[in-house]
């Protein structure tokens, strides 16, 4: 039986992470990976355009995208500006109504408002029209984002770590990183207090996880300083959020399975506005009528999930090489999500298509690893009305008859890809490690917390248990889709438990095996007492 920390080595070398240096960094706590915001093309120009328009008074907003890392965005951005002006505004658009990103009609409402200066975050690196619109109606535009650019940058100032050129040494900031670089060079340029920094971290920690880039380089940076501030509890519309569903402790995953849907909630079932006016309220009524709001939207979030998982899983045939479906009826605010999850099920490439009653259909795709959705579909660019999003996930407008061209093209370009790179398929689901189940431990489970935070770019290690012995099956909930089961080798037993696709795999785990088991540990803190378990993603009958 090798020591706990012994086993968190050979995973890290397994990694790649062998340089002392490089290792030191990965496991400190208080990681020095960050940048100079200077470095960013556009940074300069874009801070001198903010500042000169907050000096003469002029009306500024602050114009962002309907999901966590949008919302993020518009406090860590609106919080800093709020120091150099008090005519300030900021815009979210209807996911229903307008859709992602800038359009006309916002653009002109605004400039009716008085606006002088529109500052977008996480979107506009593609809206050329709109921004060409704003100009013609006399704004200033200053176009920030992480998303990846087309052919044309928009004609005015811009800041975005993949423009062509960028000489920024990190270039998967989340839009919220973006925001929070260029709150970094408002500091220094402005001589503002410094705390201003760290009272941000909390936010941008959240959105980057929220936003799933890769946790590597300074987004690692960002999100453990970003979980220590989360964890101070300074913030009070986060800390009556986490109280309301029931987090003791925030981690990557307790953000990413219990925050974040919270904030996206509100943009898909509501309004995304009353997400930033639960995270920039102080006055604890109102704190506690936007946390009420948030729980409400995420139940309704819920149901409708379930909902059209199971309209889209009665489509399947089986044996796609991506899933492109027309589904009617279901609730446009949670297709990304049900993409996700059927992403997550069939190990394809998802991408479902919502008609919006006006002869267009709303799209949004969720990828596998070693898939670039995007440049999947960038081919068929000419058929959309608007697109975009990045290597994993993906959005766009099209009008009905588009529907087939798209579907086809995109069908044939996904088998020509797994013809000549087949190995896609199974990309990221072996294990890094075999391990006996003696070896299953709250001492591992406490060694591999070194390695978080967890997400894109940096899982919780996938670790085997190989040939072992299956006892103890206790099948839970109302369809008995989940089992909680000992794994017995050597005279040792690791506690397991797999959710949702128990039933699939009822008669092995009946039978006691022997199985093959890949999955995670994970320690849990109970009564006071911390206990390990293996969670299971895969559970085969063993080889021989």
Not at 58 to 63: A, F, H, K, P, S
Not at 121 to 133: A, M, N, W, Y
Not at 176 to 183: H, P
Request: glycine letters at 10%; hydrophobic letters at 40%.
């Amino acid at each position: 039986m090798r020591p706990a920390q012994t086993i968190v080595e050979q995973i890290l070398s397994g990694r790649g992470l062998d340089d002392p240096a490089v290792r030191e960094e990965y496991l400190s706590p208080h990681p020095k990976a960050t940048y100079d915001p200077f470095l960013m093309l556009g940074m300069e120009e874009g801070v001198d355009l903010i500042r000169s328009h907050a000096e003469k008074g002029n009306r500024i907003c602050v114009y962002g995208d309907y999901d966590a890392d949008g919302v993020t965005s518009i406090c860590i951005l609106y919080s800093v500006l709020s120091l150099l002006t008090d005519n300030l505004d900021w815009y979210i658009p209807s996911r229903f109504t307008e859709g992602y990103g800038l359009n006309e009609g916002a653009v002109e409402a605004l400039k009716e408002k008085g606006t002088d200066l529109l500052i977008t975050v996480d979107c506009g690196i593609t809206s050329l029209k709109e921004v060409e619109r704003a100009r013609q109606l006399g704004m200033d535009v200053l176009v920030t984002d992480h998303h990846q650019p087309g052919p044309e940058l928009p004609d005015c100032v811009v800041i975005d770590p993949k423009q062509e050129g960028e000489t920024y040494p990190f270039p998967h900031l989340a839009g919220c990183g973006v925001a929070f670089k260029i709150l970094q060079a408002l500091q220094r340029k402005c001589g503002l207090p410094r705390d201003v920094i760290s009272q941000a971290l909390d936010l941008v920690g959240a959105g980057t996880v929220g936003d799933i880039v890769p946790l590597v380089d300074e987004n690692r940076t960002i999100v453990k300083y970003g979980l220590e501030k989360l964890n101070q509890g300074n913030r009070a519309s986060v800390r009556a959020l986490a109280e309301a569903i029931s987090l003791e402790k925030i981690t990557s995953d307790s953000i990413a399975f219990g925050i974040v849907p919270h904030i996206n909630a509100a943009g898909r079932m509501g309004s995304a506005g009353d997400a930033v006016n639960l995270l920039m309220a102080d006055e604890e009524e109102e704190i506690r009528r936007q946390v009420d709001r948030l729980v409400q939207y995420n139940r309704e979030r819920k149901k409708a999930q379930e909902e059209a998982v199971d309209r889209c899983e009665a489509m399947v045939r089986g044996g796609e090489d991506i899933l492109f479906l027309r589904v009617d009826g279901i609730h446009e605010g949670i297709a990304g999500i049900a993409a996700g999850k059927l992403k997550e099920e069939i190990r394809r490439p998802v991408i479902l298509a919502t008609p919006s009653g006006d002869g267009l259909l709303k799209g949004t795709g969720r990828s596998i690893p070693g898939v670039d959705i995007r440049a999947l579909l960038d081919v068929s660019r000419e058929h959309f009305l608007k697109f975009g999003g990045h290597a994993g996930a993906c959005g766009f407008t099209m009008r009905e008859e588009e529907f087939e061209p798209v579907k086809t093209a995109a069908e044939a370009d996904m088998a020509r890809l797994l013809t000549e790179h087949p190995e896609i398929i199974e990309a990221g689901s072996e294990a890094e490690i075999t391990l006996e189940p003696a070896e299953i431990t709250v001492d591992l489970a406490q060694a591999l917390c070194a390695m978080e935070p967890f997400g894109e770019g940096n899982p919780a290690p996938r670790i085997a248990l190989k040939n072992v012995q299956i006892a103890q099956v206790r099948f839970m909930g109302a369809q008995q889709t989940h089992v909680r089961f000992m794994a017995v080798r050597g005279g040792a037993a690791a506690p397991c438990v797999f959710f949702r696709r128990a039933q699939d795999y009822a008669d092995l785990l009946n039978s006691g095996g022997p199985a093959d088991l890949v999955g995670t540990v994970s320690g849990q803190v109970w009564n006071g007492r911390t206990r390990v378990q293996f969670m299971v993603e895969d559970i085969q009958r063993a080889s021989k």
